[in-house]
Nanobody, 126 residues
C-alpha cells in the first residue's frame, strides 16, 4: 500500500519561509516523478511544482516561480518544497503526490497523479 506523509507546515508571517517534506512508502521512490499541489479554502486544488525522478527536470506554477523550490533526496526517500517570501495567498493545505506511471518528464497536471498524501496546513499571516 502506497502512503505519502507530508510534514513541515505551520503558521508563518508574510515574507517568511517554510520547508515542507514528503516521505512516500510502498513504492520505489527513485522510480517516480513527484509533485506538490495545494488547495486554499473555497478554491480548487492547484499545482505548485513537479520534479522528475532524477531531479533534473523541474516545473513550477507561475504563482510560485522564483519563490518556491522543489528538490528531492533519493537516498532519504524524501521530496521537499522550500517556500520563501511567503504571501497570505499561499495559505492552503499542501499535498504531495506521486504517479503510478514511470515517466521521465514530470507534469503539473494533477490528473497524472495517483497517490496523494493527507496534506499539511500552511498559513501565512499578513
Amino acid at each position: 500500500q502506497v502512503q505519502l506523509t507530508e510534514s513541515g507546515g505551520g503558521l508563518v508571517r508574510a515574507g517568511g519561509s517554510l520547508r515542507l517534506s514528503c516521505v512516500p512508502s510502498g513504492l520505489t521512490f527513485s522510480d517516480h516523478n513527484m509533485g506538490w499541489f495545494r488547495q486554499a479554502p473555497g478554491k480548487e486544488r492547484e499545482s505548485v511544482a513537479a520534479i522528475s525522478r532524477t531531479g533534473n527536470s523541474i516545473f513550477y506554477a507561475d504563482s510560485v516561480r522564483g519563490r518556491f523550490r522543489i528538490s528531492r533526496d533519493n537516498a532519504k526517500n524524501t521530496v521537499y518544497l522550500h517556500m520563501n517570501n511567503l504571501k497570505p495567498e499561499d495559505t492552503a493545505v499542501y499535498y504531495c503526490a506521486a504517479p503510478k506511471s514511470l515517466t521521465y518528464i514530470p507534469t503539473l497536471d494533477e490528473d497524472a497523479y495517483d497517490f496523494w498524501g493527507q496534506g499539511t496546513q500552511v498559513t501565512v499571516s499578513s
